[in-house]
């Protein structure tokens, strides 16, 4: 990840709270996004780049957690958990 160093500050502390929120996630997967989300934004202005990362980044592990859900629940009520 290229940028200034407090750019890459706010990208390493964007990472850490996206971990601990989706700490289901493989880590390797949420960094592997992160860079790609971060790559994406290359304009100019750059005091914003962590919270854009952020958000992307957010919205796609939601997304992923809506994904598994729907998964896991038939597999759920079949070993009847009822989750």
């Known amino acids: 990840m ?4 407090s750019e890459q500050e706010g ?10 929120a989706f700490d289901a996630v493989p880590s390797e997967i949420i960094e ?3 860079r790609r989300e ?3 934004l290359t304009g100019p202005i750059r ?4 919270v854009l990362v952020e958000k ?4 796609q592990l939601r997304a992923l957690q809506r994904r598994a859900e729907v998964i896991m629940t038939p ?3 079949a070993a009847g958990l009822g989750v």
């Open 56 to 59: 992307a980044v957010r919205d």
């Open 11 to 20: 990208l390493r502390e964007v990472l850490r709270r996206l971990q601990e």
């Open 38 to 40: 971060h790559a994406a």
């Open 75 to 77: 597999l759920n009520e």
């Open 47 to 50: 005091d914003f780049v962590p």
């Open 2 to 5: 290229s940028g200034s160093r």
């Open 32 to 34: 592997e996004w992160v």
